[in-house]
């Protein structure tokens, strides 16, 4: 999935006041981790995950696994913090929100 950068920018302020779902710490990132992720953008599409210190990936490493795995778009990496995105193709929230960026 692709966005623009008003798009982008419109994802990263609506992603903002979110706190992380997801903490990736000294484990790999596997199977169990990329389902419960994927189920997670499933029911929510824009998510916030959090790398801690002991982890072995950097915040952009572990974004684009997991963009690539989920089929998402990485909207931001800030920090040891990232954003993902991925629309539902009914009922979105974000319908209105990207169409207005476009």
Do not use: H, W
């Amino acid at each position: 999935m692709t966005l623009t950068s008003k798009q982008r920018a419109a994802l990263r302020g609506a992603a903002n006041g979110l706190d992380p779902v997801f903490q990736i710490g000294k484990g790999e990132i596997g199977p169990a981790m990329i389902d419960a992720v994927g189920k997670c953008l499933a029911a929510r599409e824009l998510i916030k995950l959090k790398v801690l210190d002991n982890s072995e990936y950097s915040a952009r490493e572990a974004a684009d696994i997991l963009a690539q795995a989920t089929g998402a778009a990485c909207v931001q990496v800030i920090g040891r913090r990232f954003v993902l995105f991925l629309q539902k193709d009914k009922d979105s929230v974000y319908t209105a929100v990207l169409a207005a960026a476009k």
